[in-house]
């Protein structure tokens, strides 16, 4: 069975940027596609980007589009997030999710995937 480990929240300011990290382990997600996923507390939680399981396609919602990065390392069964210029709008709890299934098939809301890590939160203050 596959566990997911986010790592890198914190607290920065408006315009910072911040590196999450999701690392896999119990066996590898080489073949699954992954995902970055938000919630902010009394919220549904809300994609946010996804990669498939090469690395070669990547989604990413409305508004994150050109400030977040998604990317994987299969040889490390570590998934990415590079987020930069930071909105207090970003302030959530990041989460991240792993499936055996297509990229695009991630952004379905309320769709269920088979793992998720236990989320890191992502404070930015102005």
């Known amino acids: 069975q596959v566990q997911l480990v986010e790592s890198g929240g914190g607290s920065v300011q408006t315009g910072d940027s911040l590196r999450l990290s999701c690392a896999a382990s119990?066996?590898?997600?080489?073949?699954?596609?992954m995902g970055w996923f938000r919630q902010v507390s009394g919220k549904e939680r809300e994609f946010v980007a996804a990669?498939?399981?090469?690395?070669?396609?990547?989604y990413y919602s409305d508004s994150v589009k050109g400030r977040f990065t998604i990317s994987r390392d299969n040889a490390k069964n570590t998934v990415y997030l590079q987020m930069n210029s930071l909105k207090p709008e970003d302030t959530a709890v990041y989460y991240c999710?792993?499936?055996?299934?297509?990229?695009?098939?991630?952004?379905?809301?309320?769709?269920?995937?088979?793992?998720w890590g236990q989320g890191t939160l992502v404070t930015v203050s102005s």
């Open positions: 999710a792993a499936d055996p299934s297509y990229a695009d098939s991630l952004m379905v809301p309320g769709r269920a995937l088979e793992v």
């Open positions: 119990g066996r590898t997600t080489k073949a699954y596609a």
């Open positions: 990669i498939s399981w090469r690395g070669g396609t990547t």
